[in-house]
C-alpha cells in the first residue's frame, strides 16, 4: 500500500500533475463529518433526487457533508474495484453500492464492510426476508434499497397477433406459444447471450423451479452442487434451446446496447419476447427514439412451471443492490445509510421509477403501472433467489455463465454445467 | 503498437545514433581538441559533466520505465503465486499452483491455439496481399496518392472504432453483410457470422487483415523506395520483363522489410485484444478466446488476479520467446547486412 502511494507521488511529480489533480483526493476521506456517497442514478430524475436527498440529511444534521458522487454503472464498478484494490482508506467510498452473495463475502473477509447489524436493526427488520443475500454468518453488511425479479417482458400486441390469448404458465405453454408466433412468422425470444449473464438467467430460473429453497440456500453456503437438482436444471435449459425460441444470432446479440441488443430487438417489436429484470422498461425507453419503449404493449409473466419441479412455485429469481458503509467510514455514514432506507427516500426513490422500493411503506408510491405489478409478485413471492453468479461470487458464477452460454451454442451439456461450477468452487473452498 | 512501428521504420537511422553513441567517437572528438592545451584534471572534470548530463537525462526515462514497465511486470509475477480476490492483503501463498491451473485450463490453450491462428493466418494473408497491392501502388499511377490513402485509411482508425463498425456491418440479420449475402439469394448462417463457433475466428482474422494490411503496404512501398531504379533499367536492358523484374529484383531486395513487418504483426497478433473484445468478447463459446481475453476475463471479472497474473506472465515468456527466436532465426540475418 505505502508502495503504491509512493508510486503514485513519484507519478504526480514526474508527470508533473498540477496539484490539484492528486493533491485534493488526499483531505476528501479523512474528515469525520464528511461522508463520500457513490452511487449510479447518473441520469436525471434519479440524480437531482439523489442530490436532494443528501442536501436534507445535512440539514437535518449539521455539520455533516455528504459529498455525492455519481457515476455510470460500469465505471462505478471499475472504481469501486481500484478502490478496495488500493486498501486506502481514503480512496474507498463511505457509503456505496452492494451487489451481495460472494462478492460481499470477499469485501467482508478482506474486513472493508462495516457490520450493520445492530446498528440498524430496525431497517433489517422492515426490508424482512430479503436482506438474507447481504448476511455473511448471519450479520446483515448492507440494506437492499431496490430488489427486482426477473420474468418474461412481453409484447402484448405480437402476442395478440400470433393469437396468444393468455400468457404462459407452464413450460407446455410457453413451447405452444414459441410455436405459434413461429407460424406467425414472429421470432419469439430474444437472449443476448453474446454478454452470458442474459443467458444465463434461464438456468438460475430452471434451477430454481428444480430445486427447494434448502437445497439452494444450501449450495449458497457449501459450494457443493451435487444435488441432482442442478443437472436437471441444466437438462430443462437444453429443452429450451433444443426447442429454438432465440432469435437468429442470439449468439452474438448483446444484452442492452443499441437496437439490435435483445432488448432493443424486443422493444423495436422484432421479438415477441425476452426474460430480464425490472430494468427492462426503463432499458427499452433509452433505447427507442420516442422515448416509450414498448409502452403500453408492454406485458410480464412469470417463468414458467416446470412439472416435477421441487421449488416452490411462488419463488422469484432476481436481484438487487444494496447500501453498505466502509469500515473507515464516520458513524454518520451508517445513519445516512438507515436515512437512505426511511420512508420518505424511499417513496420518493419509488415515485421518480428508480427502481422496486424494500421499504414495505414506499411500494405503493410506484407510478409505473408495469412495475406496479412486478412488486406485488415480488412481495408475495416466499423467497427471491438471488443471481447465482452473484450469490456464488464472480468466480464461479463466471464459470458457471460460461457453461451455460456453451449449452446456447450447443457445445455442452447439462452435467458440464455442474461440472464447470462445481470444479471453480472447489478452488473457493 | 505506435511504439513498435517507429522503431524498425526507422531501423538504419537508429542504428547509426546509437553505434555513433556507443563508441563515442562523436563526442570525445569535440572534447580532444579541448583537452590538448591542459592535460588530466580538467579532462576529469569533462568526464564528470558527462556523467552528470547523462544522469539527468537518463534518470527520468529510467524512472517512467522502472514506474510503468518493471513495476507492474514485477507486480503481475508477485500477483500470480497468490491466491488473491483483488483486496486485502496479499497472503494466500500458492506457489506454482496458478501456472498449473492456467496451463490446464482448456480455454487457455485453446486460447494460445487461437493466438497461434491469428500469427500465422495474419501472415499469410497480408504477406502476399501486402506485397501485391505494394507493386500496384509503386506504378506510376493516376490517383496514386488517393489510393494509397484509401489503402492505409483503416490503420489509421483506432482499433475500437473499425471493430465497432464492423460489429455493426455484421450483425445477425439486420446488419448490412447479412442483408447482402440475403439479398443475393444466400442463406446466411444461422447464428450470423461472429455468431457460429466455427467462422467466428477467421472472420475475426479477415476484419484484422483488413484493418492491418494499410501497414504492411506502407512498409513494403517504404522498402520499396530503397530499391535502386538502376538495377530496374539494368533489368529492361537486359530484357527481362516486368514480372522478372519484380520477382528476381524487387521482391528479394523487400526481404528485410518483410521480415521486419512479418515480426510486427507477430507481436500484435500475440496480444491481440481489443478488435476481439468488441466483436466477440472472445465468444461465442471461447472460439475466439486469445491469452488477453481469457486474463481479463479472469482478473477483472472473475476476480481471480492471480490468476490472470499467472496468465500474464505465460503471455508474456511466450512473447518474448517468439521474439527472441525470430531476432535470432530470422532477423540476424538483416542486422549482419547492415553492419557489414
Given at each position: ?429 | ?105 482448456e480455454v487457455f490453450r485453446s486460447a494460445v491455439g487461437h493466438n497461434m491462428v491469428i500469427v ?81 475466428l ?87 478466446a486469445t491469452m ?49
Amino acid at each position: 500500500m505505502s508502495r503504491k502511494t509512493q508510486a503514485l507521488a513519484a507519478l504526480c511529480a514526474g508527470l508533473m500533475i498540477a496539484a490539484t489533480g492528486c493533491g485534493s483526493s488526499g483531505d476528501s476521506g479523512g474528515d469525520d463529518n464528511t461522508i463520500i456517497w457513490w452511487h449510479n442514478s447518473n441520469n436525471d430524475p434519479g440524480k437531482s433526487y439523489y442530490e436532494q436527498v443528501a442536501k436534507d440529511f445535512e440539514k437535518a444534521n449539521p455539520g455533516v457533508d455528504v459529498k455525492v458522487q455519481a457515476f455510470a454503472h460500469e465505471d462505478m464498478l471499475t472504481k469501486l474495484d481500484a478502490a478496495f484494490q488500493s486498501g486506502d482508506p481514503e480512496q474507498i467510498p463511505d457509503v456505496y453500492m452492494e451487489r451481495g452473495g460472494g462478492e460481499l463475502a470477499d469485501h467482508v473477509a478482506a474486513g472493508l464492510t462495516k457490520d450493520l447489524s445492530e446498528d440498524a436493526s430496525d431497517e433489517i427488520d422492515m426490508i424482512g426476508g430479503s436482506v438474507a443475500g447481504w448476511q455473511v454468518d448471519d450479520k446483515t453488511y448492507a440494506l437492499p434499497f431496490s430488489i427486482g425479479v426477473v420474468g418474461f417482458w412481453y409484447n402484448k400486441d405480437l402476442f395478440a397477433k400470433a393469437g396468444i390469448t393468455t400468457a404462459p404458465t407452464t413450460m407446455e405453454d410457453f413451447y405452444a406459444a414459441v410455436e405459434k408466433l413461429k407460424a406467425a412468422g414472429i421470432q419469439p425470444v430474444s437472449v443476448g447471450a453474446k454478454d452470458a449473464w442474459p443467458a444465463a438467467h434461464y438456468y438460475y430460473w430452471t434451477a430454481v423451479r428444480e430445486c427447494s429453497q434448502d437445497v439452494l440456500t444450501d449450495a449458497v453456503k457449501s459450494l457443493d452442487f451435487s444435488d441432482a437438482c442442478f443437472e436437471k436444471a441444466g437438462d430443462d435449459l437444453a429443452d429450451i434451446v433444443a426447442k429454438k425460441p432465440f432469435n437468429n444470432g442470439f449468439l452474438s446479440t448483446g444484452a442492452q446496447e443499441g437496437p439490435t441488443s435483445a432488448s432493443g430487438l424486443l422493444a423495436t417489436g422484432k421479438v415477441a419476447m425476452e426474460l430480464a429484470g425490472h430494468w427492462e422498461p426503463g432499458v427499452m425507453q433509452g433505447i427507442t427514439e420516442d422515448k416509450k419503449g414498448l409502452g403500453d404493449k408492454t406485458g410480464w409473466f412469470a417463468f414458467p412451471q416446470i412439472e416435477g419441479g421441487q421449488g416452490d412455485p411462488a419463488a422469484q429469481m432476481g436481484g438487487g443492490d444494496a447500501w453498505a458503509v466502509s469500515e473507515g467510514a464516520p458513524d454518520a455514514s451508517v445513519d445516512f445509510v438507515k436515512y437512505l432506507l426511511s420512508t420518505k427516500v424511499q417513496t420518493g426513490f419509488a415515485k421518480n421509477g428508480m427502481g422496486l422500493p424494500t421499504n414495505p411503506d414506499a411500494t405503493g408510491a410506484l407510478t409505473d403501472p408495469a412495475l406496479a405489478d412486478l412488486i406485488k409478485v415480488r412481495d408475495s413471492a416466499p423467497y427471491v433467489q438471488l443471481y447465482f453468479d452473484t450469490a456464488f461470487g464472480q468466480s464461479v458464477g463466471g464459470a458457471m455463465n460460461d457453461a451455460i452460454v456453451n449449452v446456447f451454442a450447443g457445445k455442452g451439456s447439462a452435467a458440464d454445467i455442474v461440472k464447470a461450477t462445481q470444479a471453480a468452487a472447489d478452488k473457493e473452498k | 503498437m505506435t511504439h513498435d512501428v517507429t522503431e524498425p521504420a526507422a531501423a538504419a537511422p537508429g542504428h547509426a545514433t546509437s553505434d555513433g553513441r556507443r563508441t563515442g567517437s562523436v563526442r570525445r572528438a569535440p572534447g580532444g581538441p579541448g583537452g590538448t592545451g591542459s592535460a588530466g584534471p580538467n579532462r576529469r572534470g569533462d568526464d564528470w559533466r558527462k556523467r552528470l548530463e547523462i544522469l539527468v537525462f537518463v534518470t527520468p526515462a529510467l524512472a517512467l520505465i522502472a514506474l510503468f514497465v518493471a513495476w507492474p511486470i514485477v507486480t503481475a509475477v508477485r500477483f500470480s503465486v497468490y491466491d488473491w480476490k483483488g483486496f486485502g492483503d496479499l497472503t494466500d501463498f500458492v506457489g506454482l499452483e496458478n501456472y498449473a491451473e492456467v496451463l490446464g485450463d482448456e480455454v487457455f490453450r485453446s486460447a494460445v491455439g487461437h493466438n497461434m491462428v491469428i500469427v500465422v493466418g495474419s501472415i499469410l494473408l497480408q504477406l502476399p496481399l501486402g506485397v501485391a497491392i505494394a507493386l500496384l501502388l509503386n506504378r506510376k499511377m493516376r490517383g496514386q496518392g488517393l489510393l494509397r490513402t484509401i489503402i492505409f485509411v483503416p490503420y489509421v482508425l483506432a482499433e475500437v472504432i473499425a471493430a465497432v463498425v464492423w460489429l455493426q456491418l455484421l450483425q445477425p440479420q439486420y446488419g448490412f453483410i447479412d442483408a447482402f449475402t440475403a439479398g443475393i439469394g444466400l442463406d446466411p448462417p444461422e447464428q450470423g457470422w461472429l455468431g457460429t463457433p466455427e467462422y467466428a475466428l477467421w472472420i475475426v482474422l479477415l476484419v484484422l487483415t483488413w484493418k492491418y494490411l494499410g501497414l504492411a503496404v506502407l512498409l513494403f512501398l517504404a522498402g520499396m523506395q530503397g530499391v535502386s531504379e538502376e538495377l530496374h533499367e539494368a533489368a529492361q536492358l537486359d530484357g527481362a520483363s516486368w514480372w522478372q523484374t519484380q520477382w528476381r529484383i524487387t521482391i528479394p531486395l523487400l526481404g528485410p522489410t518483410m521480415r521486419t513487418w512479418a515480426f510486427l504483426s507477430m507481436i500484435g497478433s500475440i496480444q491481440c485484444f481489443d478488435m476481439i473484445w468488441v466483436l466477440t468478447q472472445g465468444g461465442p463459446a471461447d472460439a475466439t478466446a486469445t491469452m488477453a481475453t481469457y486474463l481479463i476475463d479472469e482478473g477483472t471479472k472473475r476476480h481471480n488476479y492471480g490468476i490472470a497474473g499467472a496468465a500474464s506472465v505465460i503471455l508474456f515468456v511466450i512473447a518474448f520467446a517468439m521474439a527472441l527466436a525470430y531476432q535470432v532465426l530470422i532477423l540476424r540475418r538483416d542486422t549482419k547486412e547492415d553492419t557489414v
